[in-house]
């Protein structure tokens, strides 16, 4: 279908609608044709809009979660889009619901808040210290702006409220502190026998019609693993690096200390008036007048940038913007930059954030570094750029070359690239190159694996490009008997054992319960047998297997014992008797246990609630997904 798309694109047709297209780009942006001009949302929450922005940011914290989680091991069709939307759109709805809730409480969370909280976290600080120019470059690379950093943050800090607050109301009464007691204190006295696996491995010789047998009737557990062996042409960057020319080094240096960095900076603190939604224009003069006026009186510039500058970021840091070479700030801002004088107070700027009050409060001269002192560093650059060129315009060349191509040694011929040979690989395969799943997971695709097509040009991390198909395919197929023989003889052995452990166990707790002690009959028969009192579901003495079997059975009967058995993961048998339960008490618990378990019951009530109250925002809720 694509070669048919290609062939028509030449078509006056075709070339009609690309021109509407373009059209429709120039008029109304390309976000016209993504996310459409029917409305501003997604979804509507009792009449709250879920922007597009929204979901898109939401979708991508997921992928980031997942690759946090997982690395180069993710598997790619966990991070499309149409798998996470409905994931992420779930999550904005009840995170809209509860953020209704919480302001119909009358909860609110000031600027101020929010803003002493963003000066105290560490990835916006360099030494200690807040950094604005830090705070703007990790929000840019995470998909935020300030304002939307600072909003997600209130309506988070706001939820905490309202969670704090429902976990607060609830708490366990004596009484139902005392009946949890009885429980996570209960004691239980038992006693229990081993019976062990390897007293009966190897008791029957497994001769060669069993072997047969055991083969044709679990013959899929002998399947070889499906393999595959590739062709393939991998790109990498360090292929296309060349020697630099001394000339195109020099030219580089004289760009480089032309550069901002090596001009003089001066170091900006400012404070930042912006008109309130509800403002007057009267009341905003009157504000910008009351800073200007304590600052001619000498008022400290910090203090005031703390208490009056909307700038949430920088006013916890005292007005501080970090340093600027001429191009970091509004051009107004820049202007006005330029003309003053060390610590001298600017007149008001006025820019599209709102009115600017400027002091600079450091400069310091750039000085350029050799040509010495750079020529690795513009080298290594130079080369890296170069080389990075002519591996995308190859694999753009590839791209369009391995897609028509019956193999990959014509398009290796023409681009004069080398066509490698892998070894069997398997879907588990997890080491070299194709422990990528991303490859794994184009090798074993339909249209690879079963239409006998290339691959796509795969992008690798580190800059790397990958191109396959699929030289031979080794279906699975049924081992034979010779091959496999071994592994039943030893599967058939431990079967065997296994089912006469069993035996030996039945044996054994028919005898209990016809009256032998536990004692008597581990000794006549040689097993290790111990005696626990008091054990508790924290004892560590007791078996696993056995310490949680002997908590699910009931009390028994005054002056008579259960006796039951259960099997180990090594094939062990455990027989053991219980003897009494001891029910527990709140005051028998040390007073951190006690309050550890308050903890635990309140705990358990106010996710409860919280549970609950989300189940009711949702069924009461005006939910439209558009």
Same mark, same amino acid.
């Given at each position: 279908?694509?070669q048919?798309i290609?062939q028509?694109?030449q078509?006056?047709v075709?070339?009609?609608?690309?021109g509407? &297209?373009?059209i429709?780009?120039?008029?109304f942006?390309?976000?016209?044709?993504?996310?459409g001009?029917?409305g501003? *949302?997604?979804a509507?929450?009792?009449?709250e809009?879920i922007?597009?922005?929204?979901l898109?940011?939401?979708?991508?914290?997921?992928?980031?979660?997942?690759?946090?989680?997982m690395?180069?091991n993710?598997?790619?069709a966990?991070?499309?889009?149409?798998?996470?939307?409905?994931?992420?759109?779930?999550?904005l709805v009840?995170?809209?619901?509860?953020i209704?809730?919480?302001?119909?409480?009358d909860?609110?969370?000031?600027?101020?808040?929010?803003?002493? &909280?963003?000066?105290?976290?560490?990835q916006?600080q360099v030494d200690?210290?807040f950094v604005?120019e830090?705070y703007r470059?990790?929000?840019?690379?995470a998909?935020y702006?300030?304002?939307?950093?600072?909003?997600?943050?209130?309506?988070?800090?706001?939820l905490n409220?309202?969670?704090?607050?429902?976990? *607060?109301s609830?708490f366990a009464?004596?009484?139902?502190?005392?009946l949890?007691?009885?429980?996570?204190?209960?004691?239980?006295?038992l006693r229990y026998?081993?019976?062990?696996l390897?007293?009966?491995l190897?008791q029957e010789e497994v001769?060669d019609?069993d072997?047969?047998?055991?083969?044709?009737?679990?013959s899929s557990?002998?399947l070889?693993?499906e393999?595959v062996?590739?062709d393939?042409i991998e790109?990498?960057?360090e292929d296309?690096?060349?020697?630099? %020319?001394?000339?195109?080094?020099?030219?580089?240096?004289?760009?480089?200390?032309?550069?901002a960095?090596y001009?003089s900076?001066h170091?900006v603190?400012?404070?930042l008036?912006e008109?309130?939604t509800d403002?007057?224009a009267?009341?905003?003069g009157?504000?910008l007048?009351?800073?200007?006026?304590?600052l001619?009186?000498?008022g400290?510039?910090?203090?005031?940038?703390?208490?009056?500058?909307?700038?949430?970021?920088?006013a916890?840091?005292?007005g501080?913007?970090g340093?600027?070479s001429?191009?970091?700030f509004?051009?107004?801002?820049?202007?006005?930059?330029?003309?003053?004088?060390?610590?001298?107070?600017?007149?008001?700027?006025k820019t599209e954030?709102?009115?600017?009050?400027?002091?600079?409060?450091e400069?310091?001269?750039g000085?350029?570094?050799?040509?010495e002192e750079?020529h690795?560093?513009l080298?290594?650059?130079i080369a890296?750029?170069e080389?990075?060129?002519e591996?995308l315009?190859t694999v753009?060349s590839l791209k369009d070359?391995?897609?028509?191509?019956e193999?990959l040694?014509?398009?290796?011929t023409?681009?004069?690239l080398e066509v490698?040979?892998s070894e069997?690989?398997t879907?588990?395969?997890?080491e070299g190159l194709?422990?990528?799943p991303?490859?794994r997971?184009?090798?074993?695709?339909?249209?690879?694996?079963?239409? *006998?097509?290339?691959?796509d040009?795969? %992008?690798?991390?580190?800059?790397?490009?990958?191109v396959?198909?699929?030289?031979?395919?080794?279906?699975?197929?049924?081992r034979?008997v010779?091959?496999v023989?071994g592994?039943i003889?030893?599967q058939?052995?431990?079967?065997?054992s296994?089912e006469?452990v069993n035996?030996e166990?039945?044996?054994a707790?028919?005898?209990?319960?016809?009256?032998? /002690?536990?004692e008597?009959?581990?000794?006549?028969?040689g097993?290790e047998w111990q005696?626990?009192l008091?054990a508790?579901?924290?004892?560590?003495?007791?078996?696993r297997?056995?310490?949680?079997?002997v908590?699910?059975?009931?009390v028994p009967d005054?002056?008579s014992s259960?006796?039951?058995?259960?099997a180990?993961i090594?094939g062990?048998a455990r027989?053991?008797e219980l003897v009494?339960v /001891?029910v527990?008490?709140?005051?028998?618990?040390?007073?951190s246990?006690r309050?550890?378990?308050?903890?635990?019951?309140?705990?358990?009530?106010?996710?409860?609630v919280?549970?609950?109250?989300q &189940?009711?925002?949702r069924?009461?809720?005006?939910?439209n997904?558009?």
């Open positions: 279908m694509l048919d290609r028509n694109a078509g006056t075709a070339k009609i609608i690309v509407l &297209i373009v429709a780009f120039s008029l942006g390309i976000e016209s044709i993504l996310l001009s029917g501003s *949302g997604v509507e929450v009792n009449g809009d922007t597009p922005q929204e898109q940011q939401a979708v991508n914290s997921q992928k980031r979660r997942l690759i946090s989680m690395g180069e993710v598997d790619p966990m991070l499309d889009d149409q798998r996470l939307t409905g994931q992420a759109m779930d999550f009840q995170r809209k619901l509860q209704q809730s919480a302001q119909s409480m909860l609110v969370v000031s600027d101020g808040q929010a803003g002493t &909280i963003i000066a105290a976290m560490e916006f200690g210290a604005p830090v470059s990790v929000l840019s690379t998909g702006t300030p304002a939307s950093f600072k909003k997600g943050l209130q309506e988070d800090m706001l409220q309202s969670r704090s607050g429902l976990a *607060g609830e009464t004596p009484a139902e502190l005392a949890s007691a009885q429980v996570v204190a209960e004691q239980r006295d026998l081993t019976i062990p390897d007293r009966f190897a001769t019609e072997v047969a047998d055991y083969y044709e009737q679990n557990d002998f070889t693993e393999a062996e590739l393939y790109l990498k960057l296309f690096r060349k020697p630099v %020319e001394e000339t195109a080094i020099a030219e580089a240096y004289e760009l480089e200390i032309q550069d960095q001009k900076e170091r603190s400012h404070i008036l008109q309130g403002e007057s009267e009341a905003y009157q504000r007048n009351e800073v200007s006026k304590r001619a009186e000498g400290d510039f910090a203090e005031l940038a703390r208490e009056f500058s909307d700038d949430i970021g920088s916890a840091a005292g501080d913007l340093f600027t001429g191009d970091a509004p051009q107004e801002m820049e202007s006005a930059i330029a003309e003053l004088e060390l610590s001298t107070v600017s007149q008001p700027v954030a709102g009115i600017h009050l400027i002091m600079v409060t400069r310091r001269d000085e350029a570094p050799s040509l750079m690795g560093q080298e290594e650059r890296m750029e080389a990075r060129v591996l315009r753009e070359l391995a897609f028509n191509a193999t040694a014509d398009p290796a023409e681009l004069s490698q040979q069997k690989l879907r588990a395969q997890a194709f422990a990528n991303t490859l997971s184009a090798a074993f695709s339909e249209d690879v694996l079963v239409a *006998g097509h290339n691959s040009v795969l %992008e690798l991390s580190g800059g790397n490009f990958v396959l198909r699929v030289g031979q395919h080794h279906q699975a197929r049924v034979p010779a091959e023989r592994q003889v030893v058939i052995g431990e079967q065997r296994r006469a035996v166990a039945d044996r707790v028919a005898a209990l319960r016809g009256g032998e /002690t536990l008597a009959y581990a000794l006549a028969q097993y005696v626990e008091g508790d579901r924290r004892n560590l003495n007791v078996p297997e056995v310490l949680q079997r908590f699910t059975l009931p005054e002056g259960i006796v039951d058995s259960v180990s090594a062990d027989v053991f009494r /001891t527990g008490e709140l005051q028998a618990l040390s007073e246990e309050e550890q378990l308050k903890q635990q019951v309140g705990g358990e009530y106010g996710q409860l919280d549970n609950e109250l &189940i009711g925002l069924d009461s809720a005006d939910i997904i558009l």
